[in-house]
């Protein structure tokens, strides 16, 4: 087979893994211009500084021997097969560099044989490519879960990022639907690689000409929708994993059903807006100081697919609200909706000098069309708002389906055509006047569900108005 064609097979299958996101363009060389961009294969991360470099994101081979039912790689599945060797590899990503289609490679890899032989691959091209070709792009690559220590060991000294994925977010997902895995074969080097970056640290300090280890650390990914687990299983365990495996990064990806097991769910779009909220919450863990079960909780699961989910806390948080933005904690003003990390170090920084009102908040970069109905300046509310609780989720939760709405590719389900007005009518109350629909929408039912939720939320009298909406 010639090395083009595996390039199309090896890039194509290691689309599914999202650590990096494809650039997805392909253009030829035109008379008189320079350069090409090739789609299969080429991808974009971002560095810890925020620059955006391009990989070459391909497995070493997908013939793999594994038959995890949610994979299009495993073994029952009728797929094009193809295997690198370590010098094609070296070859592609020296020949993609010199010609500055790229700034690293991105390898990863079906279990060819057993984890041992796969990981023994996978260093041979990474030894050849940093001893032999002396490269000093970025390496990111996958542990193959199962494989020996000592190769995980020596593929650190070369490696830029590892990552072992995880994949299905709970034990019996795994046992279900990826038995030739396991928890320990996962967690056993995800567990070595935390140790030997921590001791790494020591000895860099140490040492007047330093080794390196995995400098850019390790991360994972987790198939979001392939099992039943809800998204505080998911976040509780991305919140140990950054603990206690002091993870850079945790991955979601979306199922994509390339799959009839009868286990899988009967999907036919990937779950694309609970990744993104999925997103949004990990962020919040990561850089906000809200913790998982703050953000979810045994009666509410999942998150909500309306509001992004500093907004449903806060909604639900209402007795934490408003917040005199010219005295409260950093921490607070960190969970506002509508103030970022930025905005909120501006505003420490800027009421050391002046006591600020909502034109200073809107020039340091506060989203005041979200965050007016949690603050006051100078003691006073955002002209127009109510403090009334009703009125506040009323208009957030307005807000928040208006965007879903306006929001492309993203699968609602069954759809069914409702009015607010319909659902409300004979029931005169404050949230008739305070939810702005003044179309009638097309959503799906279980969107009503959270739209119920988010508006009742310890609230009996509304419950009673808006059960309809559930029926
Ligand atoms: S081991 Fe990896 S490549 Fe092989 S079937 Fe399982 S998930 Fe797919």
Redesign the pocket.
């Known amino acids: 087979m010639d090395l083009i064609r595996k390039l199309h097979i090896l890039a194509d299958s290691a689309k599914y893994d999202v650590s990096c996101v494809s650039s997805g363009s392909s253009r030829e060389n035109t008379p008189g211009g320079i350069g090409s961009t090739f789609s299969g294969g080429i991808c974009h991360t971002f560095t810890t500084d925020g620059r955006c470099i391009s990989l070459l994101k391909i497995l070493l081979s ?1 013939a ?1 021997t ?3 039912a949610y ?1 299009i ?3 029952s599945n009728d797929i094009p097969r193809a295997t690198f060797t370590p010098e094609e590899i070296v070859d592609l990503t020296i020949n993609f560099y010199r010609r500055n289609y790229i700034e690293g490679l991105f390898l990863s890899s ?2 060819l044989k057993n984890p041992d032989y796969t990981m023994e691959l996978i260093l041979k091209t990474i030894k050849l490519l940093r001893i032999e070709n002396r490269f000093n792009g970025y390496i990111h690559i996958k542990v193959i879960p199962g494989a020996d220590s000592r190769l995980i060991e020596e593929a650190g000294m070369y490696a830029d990022r590892m990552s072992v994925n995880i ?1 299905l977010p709970s034990n019996a997902g795994l046992k279900m639907l ?1 038995p ?2 396991s928890k320990e074969a996962i967690l056993g080097p995800m567990g070595y690689i935390r140790n030997k970056i921590l001791e790494n640290r020591d000895d860099i300090q140490r040492a007047k000409k330093p080794v390196y280890f995995a400098p850019a650390g390790q991360s994972t990914q987790l198939i979001v929708g392939a099992t039943s687990d809800n998204d505080i299983n998911i976040l509780k365990l991305s919140e140990a994993l950054y603990k206690q495996y002091n993870l850079k990064r945790v991955f979601y990806s979306a199922y994509v059903p390339v799959s009839n097991h009868p286990a899988l769910p009967k999907l036919t779009k990937p779950p694309l807006l609970r990744e993104h909220r999925l997103y949004q919450a990990d962020w919040l863990l990561r850089f906000y100081g809200f913790r998982a079960n703050e953000l979810l909780t045994n009666e509410h699961p999942n998150l909500n697919p309306i509001l992004d989910p500093k907004c449903d806390w806060a909604i639900r948080n209402l007795h934490h609200f408003p917040v005199e933005i010219n005295k409260c904690s950093y921490n607070m003003l960190l969970r506002v909706p509508g103030i970022g990390v930025k905005s909120a170090k501006r505003i420490i920084d800027a009421r050391k000098v002046s006591t600020l009102d909502f034109e200073d908040l809107k020039k340091l970069g506060v989203v005041l069309k979200r965050a007016q109905y949690f603050i006051t300046c100078k003691g006073k509310y955002y002209p127009g708002i109510k403090m009334n609780e009703d009125f506040i989720k009323g208009n957030i939760v307005a807000d928040g389906l208006k965007t879903l709405l306006k929001t492309k590719n993203i699968s609602y389900g069954d759809y069914e055509q409702v009015s607010i007005f319909d659902l409300l009518q004979g029931n005169k109350s404050d949230l008739g006047s305070c939810v702005n629909f003044n179309n009638t929408i097309s959503i799906g039912v279980d969107i009503w569900k959270y739209v119920y939720d988010s508006l009742t939320s310890g609230r009996e009298s509304i419950k009673k108005q808006l059960k309809p909406l559930l029926s």
């Open positions: 997908n793999c594994y038959d995890c994979c790689n495993r073994i079906a279990v994949e990826a030739q895995k």
